[in-house]
């Protein structure tokens, strides 16, 4: 009975011992794992502190060639009609009557520009915005009077070609007074900024700058 009791004993003193063991080898894996760990975040941390990272977007935008030229290659750009008639009249003094002509003209005064007038820098880019200078807005057409639609409402007398071709040049005067005017430039203008942007939009600009490169002269 007594071997018995020593036998389990020293079994117990056996187990205590090898469960003190394994408790001592968690224990210094443990350990380990936490230093192998410490060690790992000093790292990163450094290496942070050395190394920047920078995160950004590109926002320039560019023109391509082939697209400056097809917009130049639209020629003649119109963004204003007006339709136009003018009465003239001249007399001549007579000894007994006086001979009168009278004539009306027709014309319709087209504005705009054309886009192969354009200047070497009339397109630019800074960052995220294009800028365009436009031509300055004018007549597309200076011969803008139908000569087929002219007619004499009133005539007496005989009338040389002379003075019929100085009746047709006052009333090419007038036309360009009553339609060249500041207001018809203005509105061709924003007609023409309108169209412009739209046609850039749909190349992809968003951030569009448009201006003329000067006024036209109102005579």
Request: some cysteine; charged content about 30%.
């Amino acid at each position: 009975m007594e071997g018995n009791k020593s036998d389990k004993a020293r079994k117990g003193n056996t187990f205590a011992k090898i469960f003190r063991n394994y408790n001592r080898v968690r224990l210094c894996l443990l350990s380990v794992a936490v230093i192998v760990v410490a060690i790992a975040v000093i790292v990163i941390v450094r290496s942070c502190k050395d190394d920047t990272i920078t995160v950004f977007s590109d926002d320039k935008i560019n023109v391509t060639p082939t697209q400056v030229l097809a917009m130049k290659e639209i020629g003649e750009w119109e963004f204003l009609s007006i339709e136009d008639e003018e009465l003239v009249d001249t007399v001549r003094k007579g000894i007994f009557s006086d001979d009168h002509l009278i004539r009306i003209y027709y014309g319709t005064l087209r504005l705009g520009f054309d886009m192969g007038k354009v200047k070497d820098d009339w397109i630019t880019v800074d960052k995220d915005t294009i800028s365009v200078l436009l031509p300055q807005i004018g007549l597309l057409d200076e011969r803008f009077i139908d000569e087929a639609r002219t007619q004499s409402f009133f005539e007496t007398g005989s009338w040389n070609d002379e003075v019929r071709e100085k009746m047709y040049h006052t009333a090419y005067r007038k036309m360009k007074a009553r339609c060249l005017t500041q207001e018809n430039i203005s509105t061709a203008e924003e007609n023409a900024k309108l169209q412009v942007f739209r046609m850039l939009r749909a190349m992809g600009y968003e951030n569009v700058k448009i201006s003329f490169d000067s006024q036209v002269e109102v005579k």
